[in-house]
């Protein structure tokens, strides 16, 4: 089951780089995008974007438990930079709201550097990332993270393979988190597509997986920014399901997605920071 899955998140890359080489560029400009497209996926930065920005976002979940809210909402404010030489840069704090219990809190940090492209913003980037991740239980962990994109003037694509290693003994071995994102220029600078991310694929082939099995959400998603690049908002959610079902034993990690099948909603508004 292992090399299943391993075959298959190489399988989802290659095809987005397959797609993204069939499209040479043209001499035409790629426009300036939002310093983060999708909601799902994260990607890097490039010398030809705007370097700084400032986003929140808000997730509404139905039958959800845990941080992530009693039928309500969990929020996130975070901060993203190009740091110079394909680095990027994010940061952000995440609240969990329940009616009936206290607000929890988790931060993340994770710094990224493209490896290949990522000195514009057209064409393919391929990057590698570590971080650092503190819980709502206070639970530190670390980060890897993979990122693939691809920017052409007609569309736009990217996804994520996230790693993470919760530093406790009740948590599991490794945590995988897996995303990808599609968007195509409607007019202007809207955008529209579809997002898909995969929460805690180790489930699959792992019977005691303390975060209640592998959780797939696949749905539409929309991206818009302002004429003059200083807002941009976005907006993706869908049905939520298992692809196995395990006891859970930790509802306090940091997540995308709820705790229980249902549906998710996840808006986004960044503001950018520089000219």
């Not at 560029?25 to 996926?41: D, Q, T, Y």
């Not at 438990?65 to 680095?87: D, H, I, R, S």
């Not at 993979?146 to 003037?153: F, K, S, V």
């Amino acid at each position: 089951m292992k090399t299943t899955l391993v075959t298959l998140l190489l399988t989802c890359l290659m095809i987005q780089t397959s797609l993204a080489q069939l499209v040479e560029n043209s001499g035409l400009i790629v426009p300036k995008r939002s310093a983060e497209p999708f909601l799902f996926s994260t990607t890097t930065l490039t010398p030809e974007d705007l370097k700084w920005s400032l986003d929140y976002s808000s997730s509404y979940g139905e039958k959800v438990t845990g941080p992530f809210g009693q039928e309500g909402v969990g929020q996130q404010v975070g901060v993203k930079g190009y740091l110079g030489k394909q680095f990027t840069v994010y940061a952000h704090a995440a609240v969990g709201n329940t009616f009936s219990s206290n607000v929890s809190n988790a931060q993340q940090v994770e710094v990224i550097r493209d490896f290949i492209g990522g000195k514009k913003i057209g064409g393919l980037r391929v990057g590698l990332g570590l971080g650092m991740r503190r819980d709502y239980s206070s639970t530190n962990s670390i980060l890897s993270r993979a990122t693939i994109a691809y920017d052409a003037t007609r569309w736009k694509t990217g996804g994520n393979i996230l790693f993470e290693k919760a530093i406790a003994a009740n948590r599991d071995k490794i945590d995988i988190i897996s995303s990808i994102g599609f968007h195509y220029r409607l007019k202007g600078k809207f955008y529209g597509g579809l997002e898909a991310v995969g929460e805690d694929l180790e489930g699959l082939w792992d019977a005691e997986e303390a975060e209640g099995g592998a959780k797939i959400l696949i749905g539409p998603s929309l991206n818009m920014t302002t004429k003059n690049n200083r807002l941009s908002f976005a907006l993706s959610g869908g049905p939520v399901f298992y692809a196995t079902s395990n006891p859970i034993t930790n509802n306090q990690a940091l997540r995308e997605l709820p705790n229980q099948s249902g549906l998710s909603l996840r808006a986004r508004v960044i503001f950018n920071l520089s000219n």
